[in-house]
């Protein structure tokens, strides 16, 4: 998966800014690796915890020897959320900035979120019985909420306090284009995220040697690719034909691929296929919608990151209770599934008014983890002058060391047209 962020990454921003991305996205995975093995993953399956925190295995310390492979899995989980926000914030975030976020977020605020919804005595994850015994809980098996939609909030925070690239609207507001310089690049990562999510998807079952265990994942697989190819070819098809500038945009078909397979993460192992098909179909409409939302209020996105995970996490979480083949709305119609689908509301923690909307917790406090992270922080950063990068002559140009230095010795030519003179494909 980070392999797949770095090319995308790497093709969507100008060359200028080439090696600042990539090293980005390199510490993400190391300083993150640090951050889950010292605290992170004590936070989120730490041994008897309660309903908000664990609080045992710190430095992976008395750690069971059967729980290291549980531990590599969760930290690539962690990553993941953590390299969403590089995308939101590419080309104008101050260096030093972009890594407290990478740790903050990788070891407190995604293990708070992974410990409600995923450890046994999470909050979220112990759900509500009712007087008839039954009861419901949260769904979302491989992180279309936990992972994606919690990056995805921290992502639009970032990129609206940060503000938008030199150049990217004009004195009247209209979106300008900053091409992105290698698209090959781009492809390529697309592709590897693509083949990502498989692993992502159907590894998620965490066993393969009990009965059944085969079965669940080649589900998630199958459902997995079928949304991915209608997300993408959704969002293509609407390019092509309800925009003004028509054309066959390579982005939007890696986008909106991208956004259909985030958007079964939460419930790949428990639809049927057809139904993974209509997820993204919708997830597809969802990405422009995001999108398009993005621009209309001016917050500048390089990777349309906020639109593929936040767009896709929020419509994935909400589609397991609907479509959930043995619980789901559409073929009990129960009550106990309608407050299935009031639950997934609950932990989805939906952006609203631009504040994160709090779930109360088993304690009584309306607050939200997301909101540790994808509020304070940058407003502190802004506001002494470290989260933004000074432009050079007028124009966002940065470097590792964040001294505004472009990469040296690699000579483009950026092409500042959205559509080529064939105006029939273009990025």
Known sequence: MQTGFAFLEAGSVRSKNTTNILIKNVLDVFMGAVAYWLFGYAFAFGADGNGFIGYKFFALADLPADKYSHWFFHFVFAATAATIVSGAMAERTEFKAYLVYSCFLTGFVYPIVTHWAWDENGWLYSGVTYSSGEGVTYQDFAGSGVVHALGGTVALVGAAIVGPRVGRFSADGKPQVLQGHTVPQAALGGFILFFGFLAFNGGSQAAIASKGDADVVALAIVNTILGGAAGALT???????????????????????????????????????????????????????????????????????????????????????????????????????????????LGLDIPKHGEPAYPLDSYGDGWSADSLSAQPLPYIHKSTSHLNIAPVNGHNQISPNGKGVANQGVVVVENPAVVPENNTTAF
């Open 235 to 345: 969002a293509m098809m609407i390019k092509r034909l309800g925009y003004a500038e028509k054309y066959w945009s390579l982005l939007f078909t890696i986008n909106g691929g991208l956004t259909g397979m985030v958007a079964l993460c939460a419930g790949c192992n428990a639809i049927h296929p057809f139904a993974a098909f209509i997820i993204g179909i919708i997830a597809g409409m969802a990405y422009v919608a995001w999108s398009t939302a993005m621009l209309y209020f001016k917050i500048d996105d390089p990777l349309d990151a906020v639109a593929v995970h936040l767009g896709g996490g929020i419509w994935g979480v909400l589609s397991v209770p609907i479509f959930n083949k043995e619980s789901g709305i559409l073929y009990t119609g129960s009550l106990l599934s309608f407050r299935g689908f009031g639950w997934n509301i």
